[in-house]
C-alpha cells in the first residue's frame, strides 16, 4: 500500500529534492507552499505524515500545526518540522504544540529519509 | 532606624543648606542648642508645634523634613537590592544589603546613595538595551527573513548537491534538473549571503524591528477575542488600571508592544465611551451592519465605527469580521485576521487593497468587493476610509490613517459583477501581469 507524505514548503527547489528523495523511496509526495489554506488541503489529503516548514507565506507553521492537532481526525499526524530558527524556543514551542520532529536547515537527506521512515514506523505500530 | 527616626538629619541638612549656624537656628524656634544638637543626630523624637517651626524657621514644606527628599532614592536603593538578591549578587561577600536600614544609608550619606541609585538606574538602562538587541536578533522580521532566505536556500543546495553526489544510475533528465537548481541556488546563496552583511552593517538602531512589536499586540487581542470586557464595564478606565493589564500580559514582552498595546487599548476606550456595548449591540440588531447608519445614530465617523465592529463578539455579529489599519506610509499598524482572507505576516501587503486606496481619497469612504487570488475563490466585502489621526494646525499636514474593515460574502449569495482581484503580497501572488507587482513572485505561472 503506498505511504503518502504531505510537504508544506516555499522552496520550490527543497521540495524537488525532498520530493524527489521520498519517491525513490516508495513514498507518494504530494505538496503545497502557501500556509493560508494549508489546513485544508492536510484535510482533503489526508497524508500519512506531514513535512512542515515554519515560516510560510500566509501563515507560519506553527500556527497550522496549532490547528492541525485541535481537529480530531489529524491530532495524532506524524510532523516532522523544518525550520531556519533552530532557537530553543522555537523547538519548545514546537514541542508543546505537538510536533513529532523538529529539523534545522540546512539538514541532510539521511536525517530526513531517517525522521520519515521512524515516525511513520512508530506511527504504525499497533 | 527608620525614615520618620531620620527627621533630625534632614533638619540638619536643611540647616546647612540655608546656611544658618545651629545656636542661631535654635534660639530662633526657642530651644537650647544641645537640646537641637541631640535632635539633628536623631537622638531625640520631634514632631507638632516644635518641628512646625523650624520647618518655618529653614523655609521649607513640612513634608521636607518628615518625608525627606529622599523617598525616592530609598526606593531606588530597595530595588537595587531586591536586583542585586534576585541575580546573585548579594552571595559575593555572604552578606545581603541591610534593606531595613535603606532609609538610615541615603540619610547619612546620600552622596554615596546617589552614587549606588544612579549605578542602578544605569545597568537597568543597559538591561533594557540587551533585551533589545537580543529581542532583535530573535525576532527581527528583516533579519529572520534573510537568515530563512540563506537558511533555505543552503538547504536546498545541500540536499540537491547530495543527491547528485550520492545517487547511482541518476537519469539525465533529473541529473540536468537538479545541476540547474545548485546553479540557480548558489547564485541565490551568494545574493542573499551579501544582502544579509549589507543589511548587518546598515542597520545599527536597536529600535529598527518593525512588525514585532504589533505581532505581539495582535496575539494579546487575539487572545481576548478582541473583546475586553473589564473597558466594556468600565472596570479598567484609569492609567493605572491599563498599565496593570498590561503588565500582566506574557505576550507583550518588549516595551514597544506594551507602549502600541496601550494606545490600542485607550483608542478601545474611547470608541467604547461613544459606542457603549449593549446600545451599540442594540443598534446592530436594529440596523444591522450599516456602519452608515450607526455612524449617524452615535454621532461619530466611520473610522470609528469600523474599529467598534471589529470588538464585537462574532456571536453578536453573526460574521467573522477583519480589520486592517495602516498609516500614510501603507505600514500596517494592526491586524485582525479573517477566514480565507491572507494578511502577510512580514513585509508589504498588495497595494491593491482598498485600505491604501482610501489614503489617495481621505475622507471618502470606499467600498470594494474584493476576492484574492490564490486557492480559495471567497469574496469579501472591504469597506475602508482614511482619516485625519488629530487636528492639524494652520498650514500644517494632516497625518492620516487609514481602516479597512472585512467582510466575508457568503459563498451562496451568488457571483458579483464587480469582484476586484486582490493579493495577499507580491511573493505568494499567481497575478503576474499584475501592474501593481513590487517583486517576482515565488509560484510558478502553471500554480
Known amino acids: ?126 | 532606624m527608620g525614615r520618620d527616626t531620620l527627621t533630625g538629619s534632614r533638619i540638619r541638612e536643611r540647616r546647612s543648606i540655608a546656611g544658618i549656624r545651629q545656636a542661631e537656628l535654635a534660639r530662633q524656634i526657642g530651644i537650647s542648642a544641645s537640646y537641637l544638637n541631640l535632635i539633628e543626630h536623631n537622638r531625640r523624637r520631634i514632631g507638632g508645634k516644635l518641628l512646625v517651626d523650624i520647618a518655618r524657621a529653614l523655609g521649607v514644606e513640612l513634608s521636607m523634613l518628615t518625608e525627606g527628599a529622599e523617598a525616592a532614592l530609598i526606593a531606588t536603593l530597595k530595588e537595587a537590592a531586591a536586583d542585586a538578591g534576585a541575580g546573585g549578587m548579594a552571595g559575593a561577600g555572604g552578606v545581603a544589603a541591610e534593606t531595613d536600614r535603606a532609609d538610615e544609608f541615603a540619610g547619612r550619606f546620600p552622596g554615596w546613595a546617589e552614587v549606588l541609585a544612579a549605578g542602578h538606574r544605569r545597568i537597568a538602562l543597559l538591561e533594557r538595551t540587551v533585551e533589545t538587541l537580543s529581542d532583535r536578533l530573535t525576532h527581527d522580521p528583516r533579519l529572520a527573513a534573510s537568515l530563512h532566505e540563506v537558511l533555505s536556500t543552503a538547504a536546498a543546495i545541500r540536499s540537491t548537491a547530495s543527491i547528485l553526489a550520492k545517487t547511482e544510475e541518476l537519469e539525465p533528465e533529473w541529473r540536468d534538473r537538479f545541476h540547474r537548481n545548485l546553479n540557480q541556488d548558489s547564485r541565490r546563496l551568494a545574493e542573499s549571503s551579501k544582502a544579509l552583511v549589507n543589511y548587518l552593517d546598515e542597520s545599527d538602531t536597536p529600535e529598527d524591528s518593525r512588525g514585532v512589536p504589533q505581532e505581539e499586540v495582535e496575539t494579546f487581542f487575539a487572545s481576548h477575542s478582541h473583546h475586553f470586557a473589564g473597558i466594556e464595564t468600565g472596570q479598567i478606565q484609569s492609567e493605572a488600571q491599563f498599565e496593570a493589564l498590561i503588565r500582566a500580559v506574557p505576550e507583550l514582552t518588549s516595551g514597544a508592544a506594551r507602549v502600541i498595546a496601550r494606545a490600542a487599548l485607550e483608542q478601545y476606550a474611547q470608541d467604547a465611551v461613544v459606542m457603549p456595548d449593549q446600545p451599540f449591540q442594540q443598534a446592530l440588531d436594529q440596523d444591522g451592519l450599516d456602519p452608515v447608519a450607526l455612524a449617524r445614530r452615535f454621532g461619530t465617523d466611520l473610522a470609528s465605527v469600523f474599529r467598534r465592529v471589529a470588538t464585537m463578539p462574532e456571536s453578536v455579529l453573526a460574521t467573522e469580521v477583519g480589520l486592517v489599519i495602516c498609516d500614510a506610509s501603507g505600514s500596517i499598524l494592526f491586524r485582525k485576521p479573517v477566514t480565507g482572507f491572507a494578511l502577510p505576516r512580514f513585509g508589504a501587503s498588495c497595494p491593491l487593497w482598498p485600505v491604501f486606496t482610501a489614503l489617495g481619497r481621505p475622507m471618502v469612504p470606499i467600498r470594494r468587493t474584493v476576492s484574492q487570488l490564490g486557492r480559495t475563490v471567497a469574496r469579501f466585502d472591504c469597506l475602508a476610509v482614511a482619516w485625519p489621526q488629530d487636528t492639524p494646525g494652520f498650514d500644517g499636514d494632516p497625518q492620516y490613517r487609514s481602516v479597512m474593515l472585512i467582510l466575508p460574502i457568503p459563498a451562496e449569495k451568488g457571483p458579483d459583477q464587480d469582484v476586484q482581484p486582490v493579493g495577499s503580497t507580491c511573493r505568494v501572488c499567481p497575478r503576474h501581469d499584475c501592474r501593481a507587482r513590487r517583486e517576482p513572485s515565488i509560484l510558478s505561472k502553471e500554480f
Open chain 1, 1 to 126: 500500500m503506498s505511504r503518502k507524505v504531505m510537504l508544506i514548503e516555499d522552496e520550490p527547489n527543497i521540495i524537488e529534492a525532498i520530493r524527489f528523495l521520498l519517491t525513490r523511496d516508495g513514498w507518494e509526495v504530494e505538496t503545497h507552499s502557501d500556509g493560508t489554506d494549508a489546513v485544508a488541503v492536510i484535510c482533503a489529503a489526508a497524508p500519512d505524515l506531514l513535512i512542515l516548514d515554519v515560516m510560510l507565506p500566509g501563515k507560519s507553521g506553527m500556527d497550522i500545526l496549532r490547528d492541525l492537532r485541535e481537529l480530531k481526525e489529524l491530532a495524532a499526524l506524524p510532523v516532522l518540522m523544518l525550520t531556519a530558527r533552530g532557537q530553543a524556543r522555537d523547538r519548545e514551542l514546537a514541542e508543546k504544540m505537538g510536533v513529532s520532529r523538529f529539523m534545522t536547515k540546512p539538514f541532510s537527506n539521511t536525517e530526513v529519509l531517517t525522521a520519515v521512515r521512524d515516525l511513520h514506523a512508530q506511527a504504525s505500530r499497533p
